[in-house]
């Protein structure tokens, strides 16, 4: 079959000609696409240290813990409030009246000691000569715990 100008249809004539200008466009575009992924890539690099952690913590928080606990200062529920927690000492959370193996305990949460509450609240206060604690909860996955201590810094 033997195509002249024609019997083709005005859609391909238009194409034909536009061609070089369309590659043209298309490649520019693609550089264009290229670069915000490497940016979008670069910046998600940049973030992940601190960012995507404690998104991670913030998931584990809202699973496993704002049942009982809020990340509102001075906001009670089952448990403590937990905004400022990093850095304070246990069993001080303003207007919490039911405290029971924390009562007293002389420590200011760290890291390590956050790790070892959350890891088995139950042997902590007992370490610290009480009897049991009102926290009935226990988180296992060492993953977990890293994550929600990241995010319990922010808070
Ligand atoms: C079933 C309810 C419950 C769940 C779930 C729970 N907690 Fe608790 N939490 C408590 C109670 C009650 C206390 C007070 C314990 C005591 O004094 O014996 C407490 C105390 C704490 C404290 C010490 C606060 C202070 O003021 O010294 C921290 C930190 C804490 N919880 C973190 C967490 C984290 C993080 C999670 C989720 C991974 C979690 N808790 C899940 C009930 C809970």
Redesign the pocket.
Known sequence: MVATWATLDDNARLNSLETPQLMERESTLMKKGQFLALFAALSLAIASGSAMASSDGEK??KK??K???SSEAGKNK???Y?AG?FG?K????TGFK??????GVDVT?DEAL?NE??TNPKVF?KKRGKKS?????K?KKEGDRKA?IEY?KTL
Request: net charge positive.
């Open positions: 584990v928080f496993r813990c049942a009982c606990h089952v448990g403590p937990l927690v304070r246990a069993g001080t959370a039911r405290y029971k193996g924390l009562k949460w956050l509450w959350l206060v604690t009102s926290m009935t909860f988180l929600i319990l």
